[in-house]
Each structure stands twice: as structure tokens, then as C-alpha cells.
């Protein structure tokens, strides 16, 4: 069977699956508003099937999401029923998990024996005070700490550490984090923060860019950069004495959509073929409608032939996307 691959010869082989809506946190940089869930979760039986299909098209890599995902009942199980599945090649899918790391201490290991492999934490400061400001939700730092050690003990290396950055409001964490990914052995991923909260007041001042973090974080110990796979969304750097890893996701100062190899799918079970798609695709309706294996498998592929080249932040043209980060998935 041919590669899943899009009209700009991109081949697809990353999915990420939000299996809930719902989050337990309300950063203000993400869930700016109070409207809380908007869509509906699928039964697990429905996202099996969609990872099924999708892996014999040959998704490689499945990353479960949300909102929050491990707010879902039964998603240990789930992974343990993913991790039976198989790619197009006959190989086990790489399964991760991207969490706000709450509830992450009780889970982590049941996690690793159900089949999980790895698990990136979304976190903004490494001050409590400012951690909580920052979500909204008292005394959460020290859980998603703990969550963070207890994924190191159960084996879900490497551990990741997602943090958006916003000018004026978390800048000065460059540091802090660069101490903490070196003190708790974790790799650390900076974004730059993306036109997708919830108000749609992003404007390009409030972007804290590669070049700047970069620059920040060299006035605490030089960086040397390592070599990355093309597929990867972030440029990567290590310490120059070797201890500790952090990378930057810079999808507004340095695009790397050439290389994209993602694909989406929305808790309610529609195709979005990138973070900044204007619609939507489906394929929850097929499967109600009785589509056949085959049936859905023609779908994806003419989805993923409308796969955009690039997005268009900061440009006269943009258009904001359909959904906002929280309704996607991360």
C-alpha cells in the first residue's frame, strides 16, 4: 500500500488523537475565556478504530491529547489497546502523551505498562506563585513535579517539558527553566506563543522569538546546537558541558512546515490537517454512516491531500484558525 503522503510529497506518519475536550486548567495564554468544553468526547471504541486505520496507512506515531487527556476514564486501557496495534510495516506504533502533568503521579506507571512510551508536561513556570497565576488552579506546581518524577521512575524517557512563553508575562522563566531541566534531568521544549488563545489577542510583540531565548539563556552557560531530524519541530541544544537538552518551537520566526509530517483529530472525531486549518474534515460522520474500512481509508487519503503548504502568521492574509488550541489538541 502506498505511503500516506500529501501533494507536497510530505509524507504522514504523526498522529495526535484528543481524546477529551475537557481540562482541568485554565491558562490564560490558552482558555483566555470560561466556556470550558465546547465539543464531545468519542467512546474509545471509536478512536481505536480511527488509530486502526490511520496505522495501516502508515501513521507511525500516535500522541494522545486533549484538553486534558488524562481526565478520561479508561485511558490506560486505551493505550493498552493502541499499543496492540501495528503500522504498515508490522512495527508496534510509538505512543506518547501530552499532559498538563496534574494527575500524572498516579498514572505514570500504570501508564508505562499498558504500553506508553514516552510523555511531554505542558509547563509555564517553575515558580509556584507564578505557576498558579499562570493556570488558575492553587498548589498545582507540586503535583506536576511530582508527576514529572514519577514519569522519570516509571521509564517514560525522555521526559518533555512544553513551555510557552509570552512578553511580559513568563519571559524572565528562561532561566529558571534552563536550571530545572539540568536539576530534574528532563529535556526542555520552548514555544513560541502562536495566534490560537481563545480572546484572539495574540499580536507579534508578545512573542518571545528563538533568537531571543537563545540569547537569554547563553547569559546563564553557552548553548551548542545538535543535529535533529527534518520531521522535527524543534531546533535542539545542549548545554556546553553536556548536561541537559532544550529545544525551541519557533512556528512563528522560523516556520518549519516544509517538513511537516502531522496530522490531527478533534475529540468529536474531525481530521484537521494542520493547527491553523479553517475547517474541518469529518470522519466521525463516515464511520455513523456505516463507511466500510476501505471507505475511510479513501477519505483520510483525499484529506491529506488537502493538506495546507503553510500557515500564514503575521501575514496580511491570515486567517485565524476554525479552533482555538484547547479545541484541538496539543
Known sequence: MAALTDKFARPITDLRIAITDHCNYKCVYCRTGNDGALYSDLPFADYLRMARVFAGLGIKKVRLTGGEPLLRKGVVEFVRNLAQLRSADGEPLELALTTNGHLLAEMAQPLKDAGLKRVTVSMDAVDPDRFARITRVPNGYDRVRAGIRAAKRAGLEPVKI???LLR????DQVVPFGMFAREEDVV?????????????VWSPDVVVTLDEILKRMAEYRPLVEIPHQRSETARRYRFDDGAGEIGIIAPVSHPFCGQCSRIRLTSDGKIRTCLFSVWDHDLYAQMRRGASDSELEDFIRNVVLRKEERHHIGEADFVPASRTMVHIGG
Do not use: A, S
Not at 511580559?168 to 519571559?171: Q, S, V
Not at 526542555?188 to 484572539?200: G, T
Open 162 to 164: 512544553n513551555c510557552v
Open 168 to 171: 511580559g508575562f513568563n519571559e
Open 188 to 200: 526542555l521544549r520552548f514555544i513560541e506563543f502562536m495566534p490560537l488563545e481563545e480572546d484572539r
